[in-house]
């Protein structure tokens, strides 16, 4: 498989996962919504019933009933937005929530239409078209209530067409079943529409906050406060840094066009993996030109596991990815890594009109003075390819606890580089046949 049809498919996974976010998170908003707007109709029009027709009886009977019909529904919705979205009964119930109110008005309307003879047949079979193409408006986001609502009106007008093929109304029959069909091609259109503008939105916040962040922000409505979404408070990290050896060589030996590309290919290889190794999202990933940063963190304060999601990363990027880097984009990338723990101020930090997620604190520092410390070992081991990395003590006594000394080769060292000049340290080679960190621990 290319690096091109692994990103269409990683693409098209991520915007899967957004839409289906957004569903859950907006479904009962949603539901809540049209079940008002319906009770609003219904209790609205029974003034024009008294205008347009001489017997507003069976008009006004008909309504009390849909209204009687959607006071449940607003209590089914109450007590879902209560316990929340938790499994796919809850879900079917959501959506059932969803589809109720514009059934509720489709029946009454037909049976307005078809079910007696007045005066009025063509405002209220206008009123019929009217709900058609609205309650398709309304539930278009949601691919599978405007598929059962468009579904339900068309084989349900086929149905009374067919079973009463002599009827005069049989022709009304089969423009309401069209309408239905016209309106869920419109909904298709604009919900692809929508979809393509959330997954845009959606890779913009992502440039700012961690994934969790960015999916809760795109799910949540205009009036979330996005600088109250990922406040900077002291939080326990473990941040990655890596970049190229000898980039400016690069960037003079090949035109900006090859750069690119090669940077491009590069980061796709890296993130495809970081989100295989850490699937719970619980990183912000950042990058500038050659250098990778990358900060693992948990606002449970689990520090196990964010030191293991840190150093699983690590493991595969000394290794797999590095070999699947060589072979995938170019032999002349090679990379240098420094791993380091501690606590830092991670969130929304920065000007207020122009915040972004940073870290403030000694351990992003570090990482970087690791970083450049396993430049310096690489070049005292003559170790011209192979990455390296280097480790403060905590993290290698974490490897130690767990018993995985085995994932390289770790040598204790008295670090020369300015600011952690001879502090202990520790080197990491990646063994031949080395296997990332979560198949060691599982």
Same mark, same amino acid.
């Given at each position: 498989?290319?690096?091109?049809?692994?990103?269409?498919?990683?693409?098209?996974? /991520? %915007?899967?996962?957004?839409?289906? @976010?957004?569903?859950?998170?907006?479904?009962?908003?949603? &539901?809540?919504?049209?079940?008002?707007?319906?009770?609003?109709?219904?209790?609205?029009?029974?003034?024009?019933?008294?205008?347009?027709?001489?017997?507003?009886?069976?008009?006004?009977?008909?309504?009390?009933?849909?209204?009687? &019909?959607?006071?449940?529904?607003?209590?089914?919705?109450?007590?879902?937005?209560?316990?929340?979205?938790?499994?796919? *009964?809850?879900?079917?119930?959501?959506?059932?929530?969803?589809?109720?109110?514009?059934?509720?008005?489709?029946?009454?309307?037909?049976?307005?239409?078809?079910?007696?003879?007045? #005066?009025?047949?063509? *405002?209220?079979?206008?009123?019929?078209?009217?709900?058609?193409?609205?309650?398709?408006?309304?539930?278009?986001?949601?691919?599978?209530?405007?598929? !059962?609502?468009?579904?339900?009106?068309?084989?349900?007008?086929?149905?009374?067409?067919?079973?009463?093929?002599?009827?005069?109304?049989?022709?009304?029959?089969?423009?309401?079943?069209?309408?239905?069909?016209?309106?869920?091609?419109?909904?298709?259109?604009?919900?692809?529409?929508?979809?393509? @503008?959330?997954?845009?939105?959606?890779?913009?916040?992502?440039?700012?906050?961690?994934?969790?962040?960015?999916?809760? %922000?795109? $799910?949540?409505? #205009?009036?979330?406060?996005?600088? @109250?979404?990922?406040?900077?408070?002291?939080?326990?990290?473990?941040?990655?840094?890596? /970049?190229?050896?000898?980039?400016?060589?690069?960037?003079?030996?090949?035109?900006?066009?090859?750069?690119?590309?090669?940077?491009?290919?590069?980061?796709?290889?890296?993130?495809?993996?970081?989100?295989?190794?850490?699937?719970?999202?619980?990183?912000?990933?950042?990058?500038? &030109? /050659? #250098?990778?940063?990358?900060?693992?963190?948990?606002?449970?304060?689990?520090?196990?596991?964010?030191?293991?999601?840190?150093?699983?990363?690590?493991?595969?990027?000394?290794?797999?990815?590095?070999?699947?880097?060589?072979?995938?984009?170019?032999?002349?990338?090679?990379?240098?890594?420094?791993?380091?723990?501690?606590?830092?101020?991670?969130?929304?930090?920065?000007?207020?009109?122009?915040?972004?997620?940073?870290?403030?604190?000694?351990?992003?520092?570090?990482?970087?003075?690791? #970083?450049?410390? $396993?430049?310096?070992?690489?070049?005292?081991?003559?170790? =011209? /390819?192979? =990455?390296?990395?280097?480790?403060?003590?905590?993290?290698?006594?974490?490897?130690?606890?767990?018993?995985?000394?085995? %994932?390289?080769?770790?040598?204790?060292?008295? !670090?020369?580089?300015?600011?952690?000049?001879?502090?202990?340290?520790?080197?990491?080679?990646? &063994?031949?046949?080395?296997?990332?960190? @979560?198949?060691?621990?599982?």
């Amino acid at each position: 498989m290319t690096i091109t049809s692994q990103n269409s498919k990683s693409s098209k996974q /991520d %915007l899967l996962r957004q839409y289906r @976010n957004w569903e859950d998170y907006n479904r009962l908003t949603n &539901a809540k919504a049209i079940n008002y707007i319906c009770l609003f109709v219904m209790t609205f029009m029974v003034f024009f019933d008294y205008m347009f027709v001489a017997n507003p009886i069976p008009f006004v009977t008909t309504r009390v009933i849909s209204i009687a &019909a959607l006071l449940p529904n607003h209590v089914l919705i109450s007590s879902l937005r209560r316990i929340g979205i938790q499994n796919s *009964v809850t879900r079917i119930l959501s959506s059932f929530a969803m589809v109720w109110p514009a059934l509720v008005y489709m029946c009454a309307y037909s049976y307005l239409n078809f079910g007696f003879e007045h #005066e009025k047949f063509n *405002v209220y079979y206008i009123g019929t078209h009217l709900g058609i193409f609205y309650s398709t408006l309304i539930l278009h986001r949601f691919w599978r209530e405007q598929y !059962a609502f468009n579904t339900i009106v068309f084989v349900g007008s086929i149905y009374m067409a067919a079973s009463n093929p002599l009827d005069s109304n049989r022709d009304y029959y089969l423009i309401i079943g069209i309408a239905s069909i016209v309106a869920g091609c419109i909904g298709f259109y604009f919900r692809r529409e929508f979809a393509s @503008n959330l997954f845009s939105k959606y890779n913009l916040f992502r440039a700012m906050v961690p994934d969790k962040v960015a999916s809760f %922000l795109l $799910a949540s409505d #205009e009036n979330t406060d996005y600088k @109250n979404v990922f406040e900077a408070k002291d939080r326990f990290t473990v941040c990655v840094c890596a /970049d190229w050896r000898d980039f400016q060589s690069l960037c003079s030996e090949k035109t900006p066009d090859e750069i690119y590309n090669m940077l491009e290919k590069y980061y796709d290889i890296i993130i495809e993996n970081l989100e295989k190794i850490v699937p719970n999202f619980n990183y912000y990933f950042n990058w500038t &030109a /050659d #250098e990778l940063f990358v900060v693992f963190f948990s606002d449970d304060d689990h520090r196990e596991q964010v030191i293991n999601d840190a150093l699983s990363f690590c493991s595969a990027l000394i290794n797999q990815i590095f070999c699947q880097i060589r072979s995938e984009v170019s032999s002349e990338i090679t990379y240098d890594v420094g791993i380091a723990a501690g606590v830092g101020l991670l969130g929304l930090q920065g000007p207020q009109r122009l915040k972004k997620t940073t870290i403030t604190g000694e351990v992003a520092g570090r990482a970087k003075r690791f #970083e450049t410390e $396993a430049k310096l070992q690489r070049k005292m081991k003559n170790r =011209p /390819d192979a =990455p390296i990395a280097v480790m403060d003590e905590s993290l290698y006594e974490f490897l130690v606890k767990k018993g995985l000394e085995d %994932l390289g080769q770790f040598s204790p060292i008295k !670090a020369k580089t300015k600011d952690i000049e001879n502090q202990n340290v520790y080197s990491w080679i990646a &063994a031949e046949s080395n296997s990332d960190l @979560n198949k060691k621990t599982g």
